[in-house]
């Protein structure tokens, strides 16, 4: 076909504009791979190692604020070590790993600045508080780096054994950390400005949850089949509240408004307890074997837990009577760890993340990985975890 001579004028324009169009969409949907180096820990691959923008490029509006958009991994990061799960800094993160590295990466998934502490290896996450970030190890070794740039402020020897981040809020109006030995549920509380110990707990038995801090107080269940209380404070003993012989706990404790404590147990068992009368005051069957996932609050005031039998499961906590509301079912996986934020439910189960925007909802899922762990919220709406030994930031959903 021959084509007028004004059109044919135009065609080597359309032809390049039609090119940077295809060029563009490229970029914009390939979410940034993060490749690791000799050095150790993590860092930008290619270019991004002298200095290059990490951002991946896009011009769109950011997802994590458009209420449309749909959930999707906008940057990873792979680590030379198994890390821990993220701890939210800032706008970005700090990421210990098991080789004693310690990373932080902004918000584009850029690394701001790595330290290696010799010797160490991190299970727990990292905590902020007061401006450090703030790292356990397995073999008792409790340190504090600036976040700013991750010098080592202060280093304390004890003998726990840390698997689970420590806690962090202020006692006698200086910032402090929480932190339990996961050997014999041994507290100890340290003080964040320079690390000294401000007390430490009689050791109980095996914890192999996180405590949780509240009114106060703080508090764990642990493999007695007990919820064990303390004064967060001073660290005096509170009681304990018997759960059952063969209900041990191995997750996290939600705080209610209410003061109240819910946990799940060996049994598949969803328990309410009161620490003010050392008592359980509700109890309901979630599952058929153990329920260890963390609750958490979501979708105005109803209590979700997930399932090794791949549930997502809802209950209300009515004066002393908690009643099942609600099942999702996510597969077959096992459902262990829950977020809410910005009005949606997130859950890793079976190498995906999954979201819900209501518990009638559909799933929306976003495929992350096989071991898959570590599922955190940032302040600003971002979503992290490890997915084989990568970190892994999802945006949208919603939030």
Not at 67 to 88: D, E, G, Y
Not at 197 to 206: D, F, I, S, Y
Request: hydrophobic share 45%; charged share 20%; aromatic share 6%.
């Amino acid at each position: 076909m021959t084509w007028p001579l004004p059109i044919r004028g135009l065609l080597p324009a359309v032809f390049a504009a039609a090119c940077a169009c295809a060029l563009w969409a490229t970029f914009r949907t390939t979410p940034r791979t993060m490749l690791p180096t000799s050095q150790g820990g993590c860092c930008c691959g290619g270019a991004n190692h002298a200095g290059e923008d990490a951002r991946a490029p896009h011009s769109s509006p950011n997802p994590a604020r458009d209420p449309l958009a749909p959930p999707v991994a906008r940057w990873r990061v792979r680590f030379t070590a198994r890390p821990t799960p993220p701890c939210a800094a800032g706008d970005g993160w700090i990421v210990a790993d098991e080789a004693g590295g310690v990373t932080a990466l902004a918000a584009d998934g850029s690394v701001q600045w790595r330290a290696a502490l010799s010797n160490q290896v991190f299970e727990a996450a990292a905590a902020v508080s007061d401006g450090a970030a703030v790292v356990a190890s397995r073999k008792g070794e409790v340190t504090a780096l600036r976040v700013v740039d991750g010098r080592a402020v202060w280093s304390r020897t004890t003998d726990g054994l840390f698997l689970r981040a420590p806690r962090t809020g202020v006692v006698d109006g200086e910032p402090a950390v929480w932190l339990v030995s996961q050997a014999d549920g041994q507290l100890f509380c340290l003080r964040t400005r320079d690390g000294a110990v401000l007390w430490r707990g009689e050791p109980t038995n095996r914890c192999d949850g996180e405590p949780v801090v509240w009114q106060g107080r703080i508090a764990y269940g642990n493999c007695d089949g007990a919820v064990y209380l303390f004064d967060a404070t001073t660290g005096t003993a509170r009681g304990k509240i018997e759960v059952g012989t063969d209900d041990q706990m191995a997750g996290g404790l939600l705080a209610l408004p209410d003061g109240r404590l819910v946990g799940g147990t060996r049994q598949g068992h969803l328990v309410a307890v009161d620490p003010d009368v050392l008592k359980v005051v509700a109890r309901t069957a979630v599952a058929q074997s153990e329920a260890f996932a963390t609750p958490v609050v979501a979708f105005g005031g109803e209590i979700a837990t997930g399932t090794p039998d791949g549930e997502i499961v809802f209950c209300s906590l009515e004066d002393d009577a908690l009643r099942v509301t609600g099942r999702v079912a996510l597969g077959t996986s096992e459902v262990g760890e829950l977020a809410f934020a910005g009005g949606r439910l997130f859950a890793l189960s079976g190498g995906d993340l999954c979201v819900l925007a209501a518990p009638q909802d559909a799933v929306t899922r976003v495929a992350v990985g096989d071991d898959v762990y570590g599922l955190t919220v940032g302040p600003r709406g971002g979503i992290v975890c490890v997915a084989d030994q990568t970190v892994v930031c999802v945006e949208g959903g919603g939030q």
